[in-house]
């Protein structure tokens, strides 16, 4: 019979790595009764209710979790695994490479010269992983806008980081966007195609001075209409500063509470943009690796229609 767990190099007397390679999935309990079967069940179930099983990465405390074919279980046997939380930062995945999260509204990616103090998603997830072991790091690998909720990465190693940068065209498969925008947009779907510009003032805009501008790509769907507001979803084909923003001003629907980019009104005093979908190539292991949050149900109120979403191909 083939083993149920192979082990990943990454064990000691404190720590280890398990891999479920039945091909078949397994109750938690079950799995690392299998993992460990010197271990006794009081000593399995207190693993679990002090939160020193990871799954895939997350800290579960579930006996029946369901553990997937190929899924990863770290067993932390010292101690509890330290839990991220933040009200401002959500980790949606994380590995010893990478870490994926869903970024609130209004906080910065990344600190500037003058903001060093001020509190960014860098700054959070740096002090994070320095808990578990102040010797970690944490590398930029894109950002978002300060106003732009949703989803990010960062890579928790230079090697990582380097592999999404320098091939971050062909690694990154999918990004989609949703929007709230001011009006109602006629099209149900389409493609922006313009050159970008920024001003001395840090304003992008578009330009037909090929020899100055950037080019950019926008594709966009209209998902729903309806209270003098048009919900859409934008995807990119290159990933230019405030690229969405500009494109919607340029549609003539500006994006709510855009008004740095001509948007009239502002109910949910915020910009209404949210990085949704997020598919791409792990640096590591090159698995396929697809992220999908909720639209805002703030943004779904203003367009009031309970139809159902398209689904994303």
């Not at 271990?39 to 799954?55: F, I, P």
């Not at 369901?66 to 980790?91: C, M």
């Not at 698995?287 to 639209?295: A, D």
Request: charged share 25%; with cysteine.
């Amino acid at each position: 019979m083939k083993s149920p767990i192979r082990r990943n190099g990454k064990i000691s007397d404190r720590t280890a790595t398990y891999t479920n390679e039945t091909g078949a999935p397994a109750g938690l309990m079950e799995f690392l009764a299998g993992c460990r079967p010197d271990a006794s069940r009081t000593e399995l179930k207190s693993w679990l209710r002090h939160g020193q099983v990871k799954l895939d990465g997350t800290v579960t405390s579930q006996f029946d979790t369901e553990v997937s074919p190929h899924s990863v279980v770290e067993v932390n046997y010292t101690r509890s695994w330290p839990v991220f939380r933040h009200h401002r930062l959500t980790i949606v995945y994380e590995d010893d490479d990478i870490i994926v999260v869903n970024k609130g509204y209004g906080l910065l990616s990344v600190g500037t010269g003058s903001m060093k103090k001020e509190e960014t998603a860098y700054g959070i997830l740096k002090d994070y992983v320095k808990s578990k072991d102040p010797a970690n790091k944490i590398f930029v690998v894109h950002r978002l806008d300060r106003g732009t909720s949703g989803l990010m990465m960062f890579a928790k190693s230079m090697e990582a980081q380097t592999a999404m940068q320098h091939n971050w065209k062909n690694m990154v498969i999918d990004r989609r966007y949703v929007a709230l925008l001011e009006g109602k947009v006629e099209s149900d779907s389409g493609t922006i195609r313009s050159n970008l510009g920024e001003t001395s003032q840090f304003e992008v805009y578009s330009t037909p001075d090929t020899s100055y501008g950037k080019p950019a790509v926008t594709r966009y769907q209209v998902l729903r209409r309806g209270h003098g507001h048009t919900l859409m979803e934008f995807s990119l084909d290159t990933g230019r500063k405030n690229q969405i923003r500009v494109h919607a001003r340029e549609l003539g629907h500006p994006i709510v509470g855009d008004r740095k980019y001509g948007a009239k009104t502002s109910p949910l005093n915020r910009i209404a943009l949210h990085a949704r979908t997020l598919r791409f190539a792990h640096p590591v292991t090159r698995k396929l690796m697809s992220f999908e949050l909720p639209v805002p149900q703030r943004f779904l109120s203003l367009v009031g229609s309970q139809r159902p979403l398209p689904q994303n191909s």
